[in-house]
């Protein structure tokens, strides 16, 4: 071994005896730890990046790519519920060109592919029922890629199309999802889910299709929309206006002294409505004009009498006056016609109240008609929908008040006394910590003290007196010392060879002890060499007398 090695490894060893047996087992406890973490850094940078072959998989096509996988000795991880199949980045490519060689995945039971499989001898049956399936498929494609949704599937009942307008029927459809960890989806997602089906089908309104989720929860109901979206809609709309309303009323009467309730009728469906009026148009043209004038002047344009046998007229005898005339006209007059088509959607307000209650003991200067007249204006009140304005000065109570005065109080209260709780916990906390670190400076002053004052009252000399024969026989060589000298210092590579222990033994007591009394007069002698030369001779001179 190189002596600079010996020397770090004598060092060590040097280092590791003095250490107590709690000392050694933290110590094995550590590097066994440190060995345990490059095993664990080791193993995580050799494990290859794995990255996705395929997503969304169904049951079939994922056994088989997997064993695909496994025939071909190709590591690989199933994640999404056996949905993802990982395997390493540089063989991504090449294991898909392998599975659409092998026709990989094979699951095309969705979508318009259904139609390549259509020949020519399909009956209109099953070409509507192919057709209906392959927009199905395509409509739960589109909704299971959506962001939190793992499966979806779509239910399309489309009637059969009648020449009788009286008997036209809506499609409608049914819409299951299933979503990633059981969450539930937003109302957003629903309305997107909603309207996305409703726009693939010729026909089908929002309000014909039907939401639900794995749980059996609806999340749009047939005719309805969204479920709870009316009373949430309506809840909206009368917080909005309570707080308009009740800004505007503190302004003008002092905060806490006004009331307002605003209850509002929201439309759960869609309604629509179709109006044709005509209207003459006014200095317009006429479009047609048919005259017919008939005159018989000589008395002979006329018949009279009944008539006989044959449908023949036989003349009564009766000359006639000659003075008939006939003129008939026929006009066609342009008419204006309007058709107009209103659509009510779901969340319409059609009616609402505002209820106002002031308190008659504060508010002063102001009417009911004025508070009236401002709340309907700030509510948007139609009086043509049955929308109505109560305004009242009644006492308000002062029990709640003083309640809710006496509970604000006492939160303010308790806040106050929970900061000065958390001020005072980090107080006494900052105090245990600079006091601990007092004590541990004074006890390390102290300590050190104490070892210079023990040197200084005692001397060298006492503690040479606890050397054992053999070394105090080693200094009868320096008796012929008259005049102190220094002490050469002892080479740190072979510093203390007998200090040098076995890890296997542990040393005895009287070991310790010779090599602590032995390190002791080392430090003596390097930092007072001249004491120690006067200690040393004074002792061989005693030790002579």
Do not use: C
Request: charged share 20%; aromatic share 4%.
């Amino acid at each position: 071994m190189p002596t600079f090695l010996a020397g770090y490894v004598d060092r060590a060893k040097l280092l590791v005896s003095r250490f107590s047996i709690a000392q050694r087992t933290i110590a094995v406890i550590g590097v066994a730890l440190l060995v345990l973490g490059a095993i664990a850094l080791g193993s995580w940078l050799a494990r290859p990046q794995m990255s996705p072959l395929f997503t969304g998989l169904s049951a079939a096509d994922a056994s088989a790519v997997v064993e695909q996988l496994k025939s071909a000795g190709v590591a690989y991880e199933l994640t999404d519920g056996g949905a993802t199949i990982l395997v390493p980045d540089d063989k991504v490519y090449a294991q898909r060109l392998a599975a659409a060689s092998a026709g990989l995945p094979s699951d095309t039971s969705k979508g318009y592919t259904l139609l390549d499989k259509m020949g020519v001898t399909a009956s209109e049956f099953q070409q509507s029922v192919t057709y209906k399936r392959a927009i199905e498929g395509e409509l739960a494609n589109t909704i299971g890629a959506m962001n939190g949704i793992t499966a979806s599937s779509v239910q399309l009942a489309i009637p059969k199309e009648s020449v009788f307008v009286s008997e036209k029927q809506n499609p409608t459809a049914s819409v299951f999802v299933k979503t990633r960890n059981g969450a539930t989806l937003s109302d957003g997602q629903v309305e997107a889910i909603v309207h996305l089906t409703s726009a693939a089908v010729s026909g089908m309104r929002p309000e014909d299709v039907t939401v639900t989720d794995q749980n059996g929860k609806v999340l749009s109901a047939a005719g309805t929309g969204l479920t709870g979206g009316g009373a949430k809609q309506a809840s909206e709309y009368e917080a909005k206006v309570s707080s308009a309303v009740g800004s505007m009323l503190e302004t003008i009467v002092g905060a806490g002294n006004a009331t307002v309730t605003v209850a509002a009728d929201v439309a759960n469906s869609t309604s629509e409505k179709m109006d044709e009026t005509y209207t003459v148009p006014t200095g317009s043209p006429t479009g047609a004009e048919t005259s017919k004038t008939e005159t018989y002047a000589d008395g002979k344009g006329g018949s009279s009498g009944v008539l006989g046998p044959d449908n023949i007229a036989v003349p009564s005898g009766a000359a006639g006056s000659g003075g008939y005339k006939l003129e008939e006209t026929t006009k066609d007059n342009p008419v204006n016609k309007t058709t107009e088509k209103t659509v009510t959607p779901a969340g319409e307000v059609t009616r609402q109240t505002v209820s106002v209650a002031l308190n008659q003991d504060a508010v002063t200067g102001v009417s009911a008609d004025q508070i009236r007249s401002l709340v309907a204006t700030a509510a948007g009140i139609d009086t043509k929908r049955g929308d109505t304005v109560t305004v009242e000065f009644v006492p308000f109570s002062k029990t709640g008040a003083a309640g809710a005065t006496a509970a604000l109080d006492a939160a303010e209260k308790e806040k106050q006394d929970q900061a000065q709780g958390d001020l005072l916990r980090t107080m006494i906390i900052a105090a245990a910590i600079v006091l601990a670190a007092i004590i541990l400076v004074a006890f390390l002053a102290f300590r050190s003290r104490q070892r210079r004052r023990g040197m200084e009252d005692s001397g060298p000399i006492a503690m040479l007196e606890t050397m054992s024969e053999s070394e105090a026989q080693k200094l009868q060589a320096l008796r012929s010392l008259s005049d102190p000298i220094a002490l050469p210092f002892a080479d740190p590579a072979h510093e203390l060879p007998t200090a040098v222990l076995d890890l296997e033994e542990e040393p005895e007591a009287d070991q310790i002890l010779v090599e602590r009394r032995r390190r002791e007069i080392d430090e003596i002698v390097r930092s007072h060499p001249e004491s120690a030369a006067l200690a040393l001779a004074n002792l061989m001179d005693e030790a002579s007398a």
